[in-house]
């Protein structure tokens, strides 16, 4: 096969599934990585792992592309929106891991038949179907509210990942190591705005505590595990939410401290909500944005 | 013996980046190996960011320019570990770097196994600038036009660049 030109080459790569990958012809991002499972792993529990980790990037990447055209200023919009890209850049990451593994199943339908395992995932399930976090898909809120939930939410992806880089699954591990550098930078960076709003003008301190009231609440079922999760924990593949909390709170309280806001009370512990696939309404939206073409022209190409 | 008509690393190494084309893939340390396995020509990159959008034309272009050279069978394969750092950047790429306006990554940050310590403060990054040499440089955004970049300004000569940043 000899392309004639870069651009043949780019849509005839692939098979007939090449258009898709969020339209841009390109290659699936696991594409010659091994993806065997190591011994004594369940592949369900790690595909359905692979959501929960793929779910929280994807939806918090949608939430920070919807800064785009309203940021504040035009270095911060690039900032979110290359913050938005590394996060997606992880979620097609784990998505596919998830899709390696057989996590799809029987529930492929005859509609995603023929596109590739990221994408079926990530626009062809419902809002029930996704296993995020509450944290990530709750609404954006003004600027300083999305700043300390992008400072509470890459504290704990963070913490995660850097524990998830001994991870037996050697592919979880390789996407930990290369994350933890990117969620280094979007953490300093989010820590870094709380703290000029908090310690800033009278107006930006008060709408920092607001932010971190309304986020506060939205770490109660972040550091319980699933049944899933504790049973990869026991195997070696996943991280103990519960062993990140004490550090996710020292960051926390070092950054608000410094920022002058008041640190509220820690949240009482709750059961996963999203974990288990229980949303709430903002998800459902959020979907009907993030899924709308896919479902209407799943034929599309562009 | 098999006819070979050219060197595929040599073809490979040719290749240059989509986003920075005074570069090769093989000076951004993105070409990890190249290789003959039972007559397939076996290509390893890998990506600079998680979300890097131009991997797939560097793999459309690295198998347009093999099969160009003669090798019909070609596999390009992703590798994820280890992460790639700028400080595989060769020295090449370095002064490749600096001739194209834009200022080459320092030494990355030390890679260690336990958690990674809050940084507060303002990046402690610094950098020459690439125009007129001074040393006398401001970070405008820690974020530029793609992901692998930040933007700064020369206090002499008032230009403002972009700088490769460290990770």
């Known amino acids: 096969m000899h392309e004639e030109t870069v651009y043949d080459a780019l849509t005839n790569a692939h098979d007939d599934a090449g258009h898709w990958a969020f339209g841009t012809g390109f290659d699936e991002p696991l594409a010659g990585v091994d993806t065997t499972v190591p011994d004594g792993v369940d592949p369900a529990d790690l595909g359905v792992y692979c959501l929960m980790l793929g779910d929280d990037a994807l939806v918090l990447a949608q939430r920070l592309t919807q800064w785009m055209t309203n940021a504040p200023e035009l270095e911060e919009e690039v900032a979110l929106g290359n913050t938005g890209l590394d996060l997606l850049g992880q979620a097609r990451l784990l998505l596919a891991r998830a899709g390696s593994v057989g996590v799809l199943g029987r529930s492929r339908s005859l509609a995603t038949a023929s596109i590739p395992d990221e994408d079926a995932l990530a626009y062809f399930r419902d809002a029930d179907e996704f296993r995020n976090t509450g944290l990530v898909e709750a609404e954006n809120g003004d600027f300083a509210r999305t700043m300390v939930r992008l400072l509470v939410a890459s504290t704990v992806r963070l913490a995660v990942f850097a524990r998830l880089r001994e991870s037996r699954d050697p592919v979880l591990a390789a996407i930990a190591a290369k994350g933890v550098h990117e969620l280094a930078y979007h953490r300093d960076h989010a820590a870094r705005w709380v703290l000029r709003l908090g310690d800033g003008t009278p107006e930006s301190h008060r709408r920092a505590q607001d932010g971190v009231a309304a986020v506060w609440p939205l770490m109660a079922d972040l550091f319980t595990a699933t049944d899933v999760e504790a049973r990869l924990v026991a195997a070696g593949v996943a991280v103990d939410p519960a062993a990140v909390r004490d550090e996710v709170r020292e960051v926390l309280t070092t950054v608000l401290e410094r920022a002058t806001l008041t640190v509220p009370p820690w949240p009482d512990d709750v059961a996963p909500r999203g974990r288990e696939g229980r949303h709430g309404e903002e998800l459902t939206a959020l979907l009907a944005t993030l899924q709308g073409l896919a479902r209407q022209h799943p034929a599309a190409t562009w | ?167």
Do not use: N
Request: proline content about 10%; some cysteine.
């Open chain 2, 1 to 167: 013996m098999s006819a070979v008509i050219a060197d595929p690393r040599a073809v490979a190494e040719t290749v240059t980046d989509p986003e920075l084309p005074a570069l090769t893939l093989a000076d951004l340390g993105v070409l990890r190996d190249v290789r003959v396995h039972d007559g397939t020509v076996v290509v390893d990159i890998t990506p600079t960011y998680s979300g890097c959008p131009a991997m797939g034309v560097m793999r459309a272009d690295l198998l347009h320019a093999l099969h160009s050279a003669g090798f019909d069978d070609v596999e390009v394969r992703t590798v994820l570990s280890p992460a790639w750092s700028t400080d595989w950047i060769s020295d090449d790429g370095r002064r490749k770097l600096a001739e194209a306006g834009i200022a080459p990554p320092g030494p990355a940050p030390e890679r260690t196994a336990g958690p990674v310590p809050l940084q507060l403060g303002p990046p402690r990054r610094t950098a020459s600038c690439p125009l007129c040499g001074s040393a006398d440089t401001e970070q405008i955004s820690e974020f530029g036009a793609t992901a692998c970049k930040a933007l700064r300004r020369c206090r002499s000569c008032r230009e403002p660049f972009e700088h490769v940043k460290e990770i």
